[in-house]
């Protein structure tokens, strides 16, 4: 029988000598599995590598993300002192009292001082006026004709 006759001889419609697609397929992903694996084992064996190069090294300011303060930390909790202080303020801004009692000095709520600011506008002192200039003299028609 001839080569020919081999190509077309038989149901199944290819070739008896084609290869063999499953081992093509396994060999395949046997070679991506080998690979995924010794791509692991490499950088697991980078990572131990630089873990221990580091073992003892002090690590640099800057790579330290969490800021806090320096010792000794007096605030035990800057959240509930930052609250108080937030209230306070608010009080303060909002209300009425003395500042120095002998000197007749309060404090008013701001809504109240910006009022009396639009009422009475800003002290100003008496030498610190500043005079417009003159301004200047329209220009004369010389040409002599129509007025």
């Given at each position: 029988m001839s080569d020919n006759e081999a190509f077309h001889a038989g149901d199944e419609g290819h070739e008896k000598r084609d290869i063999d697609v499953r081992k093509v397929a396994v060999y395949g992903i046997g070679?991506?599995?080998a690979l995924c694996l010794s791509g692991l084992a490499v950088t697991v064996l980078v990572f131990k590598e630089v873990a221990?190069?580091?073992?003892?090294?002090?690590?640099?300011?800057?790579?330290?993300?969490?800021?806090t303060a320096p010792?000794?930390?007096?605030?035990?909790?800057?959240?509930?002192?930052l609250k108080k202080l937030r209230e306070f303020e608010e009080t303060r801004l909002h209300s009425y009292?003395?500042?120095d009692r002998s000197n007749g000095v309060v404090w008013i709520p701001i809504d109240r001082a910006?009022?009396?600011v639009l009422e009475k506008g800003l002290p100003s002192r008496p030498d610190?006026?500043?005079?417009?200039?003159?301004?200047?003299?329209?220009?004369?028609?010389?040409?002599g004709g129509r007025k």
């Open positions: 070679l991506l599995l221990r190069e580091n073992e003892g090294v002090t690590p640099s300011p800057i790579y330290d993300t969490r800021q010792e000794p930390r007096l605030q035990a909790r800057p959240a509930l002192d009292g003395w500042v910006m009022e009396m610190a006026r500043i005079e417009a200039p003159a301004p200047p003299a329209a220009p004369s028609d010389t040409r």
